[in-house]
């Protein structure tokens, strides 16, 4: 059984979309759906720097068309379940045709924008927790005003709020916690600061016709299988404001049965917290398309 999941957001860096672009077609395709959305994403998957590319509005929708294009680079994929962290569940809706490619980047491009304003409000931001009892972290979280904002399993929380209690989470780090990587995120994402973007995603959804999911849809909101297109599209909205638990997301994949995990480009974070999680599974991480022969033979072994 083979899981297609999607990265989220603070995966992408300088340059990583090049090597796909030059896949017969690439570059047309995704100049079109730069055409659709507004924002040039051959530019900022080539040509940008750090910064550029580190915007809430211009890294989600470059998250989104990067999954979609390198899934698409494997041909047909019966995956049998499909899940996505944090604006990778939009990729993920797209991979099991609950929307189509251009509205799943155009919800996102509007996601963005919408999260990008919200985190204008105030000064925020993430950072990861590596290791630790997750029970000691969110309770400590707690007492310094943060949000466990995604619950990531494998021995990793991140923590999400202003900066000052960031710089406060610093010095006072939870028991048993080994470091504090601060995440190239411009915003406390998945906590009440992103409220005023949530509205804003509603009204996007409004003009979406979604269509029930053709594989398992697993959601970040409880790690629950979900088969209403209609349900994703509403718990997508509702997500941005709520925390992430891919924990409980890597839980489902276990009771399923997966066998199996691929992660799209930019990959590397997801399946890193699955060789920790899910001992037994097969993993393989979608970087260049030099990765693409070795996914396609996972996939003939196991969809």
């Given at each position: 059984?083979?899981?297609?999941?999607?990265?989220?957001?603070?995966?992408?860096?300088?340059?990583?979309?090049?090597?796909?672009?030059?896949?017969?077609?690439?570059?047309?395709?995704?100049?079109?759906?730069?055409?659709?959305?507004?924002?040039?994403?051959?530019?900022?998957?080539?040509?940008?720097?750090?910064?550029?590319?580190?915007?809430?509005?211009?890294?989600?929708?470059?998250?989104?068309?990067?999954?979609?294009?390198?899934?698409?680079?494997?041909?047909?994929?019966?995956?049998?379940?499909?899940?996505?962290?944090?604006?990778?569940?939009?990729?993920?809706?797209?991979?099991?045709?609950?929307?189509?490619?251009?509205?799943?980047?155009?919800?996102?491009?509007?996601?963005g924008q919408a999260m990008a304003e919200a985190a204008?409000?105030?000064?925020?931001?993430?950072?990861?927790?590596?290791?630790?009892?997750?029970?000691?972290?969110?309770?400590?979280?707690?007492?310094?005003?943060?949000?466990?904002?995604?619950?990531?399993?494998?021995?990793?929380?991140?923590?999400?709020?202003?900066?000052?209690?960031?710089?406060?989470?610093?010095?006072?780090?939870?028991?048993?916690?080994?470091?504090?990587?601060?995440?190239?995120?411009?915003?406390?994402?998945?906590?009440?600061?992103?409220?005023?973007?949530?509205?804003?995603?509603?009204?996007?959804?409004?003009?979406?016709?979604?269509?029930?999911?053709?594989?398992?849809?697993?959601?970040?909101?409880?790690?629950?299988?979900?088969?209403?297109?209609?349900?994703?599209?509403?718990?997508?909205?509702?997500?941005?404001?709520?925390?992430?638990?891919?924990?409980?997301?890597?839980?489902?994949?276990?009771?399923?049965?997966?066998?199996?995990?691929?992660?799209?480009?930019?990959?590397?974070?997801?399946?890193?917290?699955?060789?920790?999680?899910?001992?037994?599974?097969?993993?393989?991480?979608?970087?260049?398309?030099?990765?693409?022969?070795?996914?396609?033979?996972?996939?003939?072994?196991?969809?």
């Open positions: 059984m083979l899981v297609l999941v999607a990265p989220g957001q603070g995966a992408q860096t300088p340059g990583f979309l090049t090597p796909w672009l030059e896949l017969p077609g690439a570059t047309d395709r995704v100049n079109a759906w730069s055409d659709a959305i507004g924002l040039d994403l051959v530019h900022y998957g080539t040509q940008a720097d750090a910064d550029a590319i580190r915007d809430t509005a211009v890294a989600q929708p470059l998250l989104v068309a990067a999954g979609l294009l390198s899934a698409s680079a494997l041909g047909d994929i019966n995956a049998d379940v499909v899940a996505g962290h944090s604006v990778g569940e939009i990729t993920a809706a797209a991979f099991a045709g609950v929307l189509d490619d251009i509205s799943a980047l155009t919800l996102v491009r509007k996601r204008a409000i105030t000064r925020t931001g993430m950072s990861a927790l590596l290791g630790g009892d997750p029970e000691v972290s969110v309770a400590h979280l707690g007492k310094l005003g943060l949000t466990p904002a995604n619950v990531n399993g494998a021995g990793q929380i991140v923590a999400a709020g202003t900066l000052e209690q960031l710089a406060a989470l610093n010095e006072d780090k939870p028991e048993g916690v080994r470091r504090i990587v601060p995440l190239q995120v411009a915003g406390a994402f998945h906590t009440h600061h992103m409220a005023p973007a949530v509205d804003k995603l509603a009204e996007a959804a409004k003009a979406l016709t979604p269509t029930d999911p053709k594989a398992i849809y697993v959601s970040n909101k409880d790690g629950r299988a979900v088969h209403s297109g209609a349900e994703i599209v509403e718990r997508l909205v509702g997500q941005v404001a709520n925390p992430v638990r891919w924990d409980l997301c890597m839980e489902t994949f276990k009771e399923l049965g997966v066998t199996a995990l691929i992660e799209v480009c930019p990959g590397g974070t997801l399946t890193g917290l699955a060789k920790r999680a899910l001992p037994g599974v097969k993993t393989l991480a979608l970087k260049t398309p030099d990765d693409l022969d070795a996914a396609r033979e996972l996939i003939s072994e196991h969809a």
